[in-house]
């Protein structure tokens, strides 16, 4: 299990099982690429527990899309606009 008090090592091992351990890691973990990718790569849903910047960086959120379409409900309303729109140009 890990906590607030946990080390991006052990962090990174835990999203790579569960991403949605992502939800115990601390703040500056949580707005961390590299583990935010591991963890959405894991999981999609653990897009929920990520920084609000990476919430709103497209690579993050396609990641986690591919993995579970649901999670672009937790996009960046921002992102979510720019992705609408260029499904509609399509």
Do not use: P
Request: aromatic share 6%.
């Amino acid at each position: 299990m890990i906590d607030k008090f946990s080390t991006k090592a052990e962090v990174l091992e835990a999203v790579e099982r569960e991403g949605a351990a992502l939800r115990y890691a601390s703040e500056e973990l949580r707005a961390d690429r590299e583990v935010v990718l591991a963890a959405v790569k894991s999981n999609g849903l653990a897009l929920e527990y990520a920084s609000k910047e990476l919430q709103n960086d497209r690579e993050v959120v396609l990641t986690a899309v591919r993995q579970c379409w649901y999670a672009l409900n937790y996009a960046s309303d921002e992102l979510k606009s720019e992705l609408k729109k260029e499904a509609n140009n399509d």
